[in-house]
């Protein structure tokens, strides 16, 4: 147990004792770190170090000032790379007989003689190569008196730092030892790691403060005594409570040291976030507390940037909007309160239409810009309550808390669209910026924060679909195709591989004789589980998600081989159709595919006929005419427009395009019998498409007096489910066989 009758922490002898144990207690800065003592520095950069360091102090309290240091005049002074002051003691002053403490930033040269600097410099070039290791130099330094003083110097490089300590040469007491810290060497610690020391009489109420109390809180210079009633009187309302408990338990033994952050009132009106510990120092007989002692650290810039890191993880870095796990939070707080009251929420998600064409156009950063503007006529469409995050590239998301009827949610939606319609500059330009925007209510839609979220992408899907600048609410039919969708694609992915894929053959007539002369192979998929699904379902799936051009070659490759063996067994002039999709047009490897599958499969040359339709040829294609002119070129491949006559071919174009085929599409077919202008139609196809050497086949035939009409017309071939409907290989194959000899 400590004396009773001792001297406090804070009482003049032990100055230079408790500037130590603040300074080490307080994070362990670097000056202290690279000095003496480095076991005591290192073991105190906990609140466990700062505890053990007072029990250092407990042994040190007897020893005598003049132990440590020098009568001689000697400072320490931390200098930045350009010998530039950071800081000084004030001993500083008395060494050269300043006026005052010279301001920070003065050149440390301002002092040197000439020439000095050079050896100066060189000395910190070589502690910072040593790890920091002491350097040893002497300088001679101009005197306030205009005489000049032989300095004894030790430089060490801390960080970007230099930490000189200077001492005049000259009568000495007793020399210290080279690494030794002066009072003012621990002052100057204590003030750059903003920490105050505290010490508190429970008897009388005193509180007895280190000079850098005053300088902290802006107080008058010199104030080191107050009353914990005063003290308290600083601490903020909401953290007082908090403050009083560190105190009790520590008081009762429940804790062995007091440990609180709270705020305190700066002399300006500002509050100060600081960290205070502290221990009991001395007891009563009867174990009753007498005196506390401890440290208050300057935890401002701490939480600052706590809440800096904060705002970052729950901000997007962009646009200053919530984000994603913000909006999680807050759509999980609108669901709890709308659940209690029977109420309902809304969820809303906002896409730019045509964001990714800006970004080729104008660049990423220009687009930035735009997305910052577009976040900000976002903002000032909600009222308060109503959250508005960034949850993608180009997409937001608004959280409607309860009481929101569908009505209100709509008026939203159709604002947030409004908001975009004035024009947005965007690198010197103005274009059209539109959004669609999908609308989730909560409970119909979903009761949990990734349902709903499913749920308003589902509805914006459908919104896009619709075209720019639409809304549109969540349809339980369009969740379903959209959860059906979604399956499709994931098992598309293995069908090859698990055998599910195979290829139906729709045999391809000759009028005239009605004679199978070739067939179009059509991909078919039948899932154990889902049973059939059709292409009209699959293929644009496929599309999508990239998976078309493996499946195109897939197709390719079994439809040629079997073609082939038709070839060879039944039919020589067999020709096959395959469809090729307009992606599959821009796939760089389509042509070596091709070419490929024929070589391997030795397929008669001119046999393979490629199906494209017509939108291939419409508007700046160059790609896929390039692609198509090469499979004529290197593939010897004939080219065939599906579906003519519903597109935007015109007969003056077909002058221009590498195509062999015309496939009449079934809608002109299907009442050629009775309609005139539909025969009329028809009959102009065959007529300018016999003019310019182009094969004819009619689609969709499905009874003979279509048969007849197209005979009449002249049209050479046909195919539809009147004639036969697709089939698989073996079925193919019996029908050949019954048709055409096999071959001896």
Known sequence: ??????????SPPNRRVGALVLSVGAIAPAALLTGPWPAMAAAAASAAGFFAALGWLARERNRPLGDMGTSTPRCTVHCDHALALTQASPALRTMLGLSEVPARGTSFATWLAPGAALPLADAIGRSRAGGGAGVSLRLRMRHADNGWRDVDTRVRAVGARAVLECAVVGRRVRAPAPDALTADDLDLALDGARCALWDADLDTGTMRLSPQW??????????????????????????LQDVRSAWRRVLKGEDPQCRVEHRVRCD?????????????????????????????????????????????????????????????????????????????????????????????????????????????????????????????????????????????????????????????????EAPAVSACVGIAMCPVDGQEVATLLRSADIALAQAKAVGPGQMQFCDPQVSARARRRLLIERELAGAAARGELWIAYQPVFEVASQRIVGAE??????????????????????????????????????????ARAWQAALAPDFRLAVNLSPLQ???????????????????????LVLEVTESVFVGDEPQALDTLRRLKREAAAQLAI???????????????????????????????????????????IVSVAGALGLDVTAEGVETAEQLECLAAMGCAHAQGHGL??????DALTARLEHVVPRAA
């Open 521 to 562: 192979a059509l991909l078919r998929w039948t899932h154990p589980q889902l049973g059939a699904i059709e292409p009209g379902e699959f293929i644009p799936i496929a599309e999508a998600c990239g998976l078309i051009n493996p499946l195109g070659r897939w197709t390719l490759d079994w439809a040629c081989t079997q």
């Open 642 to 684: 599906d579906d003519f006559g519903c597109g935007y071919s015109t007969f003056g174009s077909l002058r221009h395009l590498p195509v062999d085929r015309l496939k009449i599409d079934r809608s002109f077919v299907r009442d050629i019998p009775a309609n005139a202008a539909d025969a009329a139609i028809v009959r102009a």
């Open 214 to 239: 005053s300088r902290l809180l802006g107080a008058v210079a010199g104030q080191t005594v107050t009353t914990m009633h005063e003290l308290a009187q600083r601490v903020h309302s909401e953290d």
């Open 724 to 729: 036969a409907r697709p089939m698989n290989a």
């Open 585 to 607: 047009l821009r796939d760089p490897g389509l042509v070596d595919a091709v070419c490929a599958a024929l070589q391997r499969t030795s397929l008669a040359p001119g046999s």
């Open 268 to 428: 300006d009106g500002r509050w100060l976030w600081i960290e205070s510990l502290g221990r009991v120092v001395e007891r009563a007989a009867d174990g009753r507390v007498l005196r506390m002692s401890g440290v208050a650290i300057d935890a401002s810039e701490r939480r600052q940037a706590q809440a800096q890191l904060a705002d970052l993880a729950l901000h997007d870095p962009l646009t200053d909007l919530p984000n994603r796990a913000l909006l999680t939070d807050r759509i999980t707080q609108s669901i709890a309160q709308a659940a209690r009251h029977g109420e309902t929420m809304a969820v809303l998600v906002l896409d730019i239409d045509r964001f990714g064409h800006f970004n080729a156009l104008y660049g990423h950063a220009a687009c930035d810009a735009l997305l910052c503007e577009i976040a900000d006529r976002l903002r000032q469409v909600l009222c308060h309550g109503e959250t508005l995050a960034r949850v993608g590239g180009d997409k937001f998301a608004v959280a409607l808390p309860a009481a929101t009827a569908p009505e209100r949610a709509a008026g939203v939606a159709q604002q947030l669209i409004d908001a975009l319609a004035a024009p947005i500059r965007v690198a010197g």
């Open 1 to 10: 147990m400590p004396d009773a009758h001792a001297p406090s922490l804070l």
